[in-house]
T-cell receptor, first 109, second 115 residues
Framework: GQQVMQIPQYQHVQEGEDFTTYCNSS?????IQWYKQRPGGHPVFLIQ?????EVKKQKRLTFQFGEAKKNSSLHITATQTTDVGTYFC?????????FGKGTLLTVNP | NAGVTQTPKFQVLKTGQSMTLQCAQD?????MSWYRQDPGMGLRLIHY???????DQGEVPNGYNVSRSTTEDFPLRLLSAAPSQTSVYFC??????????????FGSGTQLSVL
């Protein structure tokens, strides 16, 4: 079955540093979605990428979808304490959304 | 709108007991799904439904049953709880399946402990 790998598992940064998490799928995806889960909360949708090579920005967050539609990345510029949480990528195909294991981001003020 | 509502928020069971986790959505979503979240394992799909009367298995379906008699409700049943089912369970819904470029709306989760 489809597998989605995500690295790193954990990332600790000083406030103001940049952060990147990477996602790789074993199969070609119809789309890639990114979710954020705050500690003790539920996953909340951030963005969806559909097109090969697509790049989208949300303020300090930049999302990329690879040319082969099998990999993606999320980059946060100048992290803030409000960025703390687990970031999940999820690959969509057919009727399922397969999640990566997530990257837990902690930010030292 | 309430969105996706899960009950209960917390539950403790003894091994062998049965129970039903409830999930309801008021957004007229056709697609509903159940995930479990374990430390270091991410979110794993248990069962999903593309509409009333239609259900299918996800990645980890063993030990769980589902049914979809209405568009709004998608209960998850544990027939004979086992300690391995200790987890946080999330229900999620969308109008169309995720593969059709639809984002998922998640409930607030049920934390289940099986002793």
């Amino acid at each position: 079955g489809q597998q989605v790998m995500q690295i790193p598992q954990y990332q600790h940064v000083q406030e103001g540093e940049d952060f990147t998490t990477y996602c790789n799928s074993s199969t070609t995806l119809s789309n890639i979605q990114w979710y954020k889960q705050r500690p003790g909360g539920h996953p909340v949708f951030l963005i969806q990428l559909v097109k090969s090579g697509e790049v989208k920005k949300q303020k300090r967050l930049t999302f990329q979808f690879g040319e082969a539609k099998k990999n993606s990345s999320l980059h946060i510029t100048a992290t803030q304490t409000t960025d703390v949480g687990t970031y999940f990528c999820a690959g969509g195909s057919n009727y399922k959304l397969t999640f990566g294991k997530g990257t837990l981001l902690t930010v030292n003020p | 709108n309430a969105g996706v509502t899960q009950t209960p928020k917390f539950q403790v069971l003894k091994t062998g007991q049965s129970m039903t986790l409830q999930c309801a959505q008021d957004m007229n979503h056709e697609y509903m799904s159940w995930y479990r979240q374990d430390p270091g394992m991410g979110l794993r799909l248990i069962h999903y439904s593309v509409g009333a009367g239609i259900t299918d298995q996800g990645e980890v379906p063993n030990g769980y049953n589902v049914s979809r008699s209405t568009t709004e409700d998608f209960p998850l049943r544990l027939l004979s709880a086992a300690p391995s089912q200790t987890s946080v369970y999330f229900c999620a819904s969308s109008y169309d399946p995720p593969g059709a470029n639809e984002k998922l709306f998640f409930g607030s989760g049920t934390q289940l402990s099986v002793l």
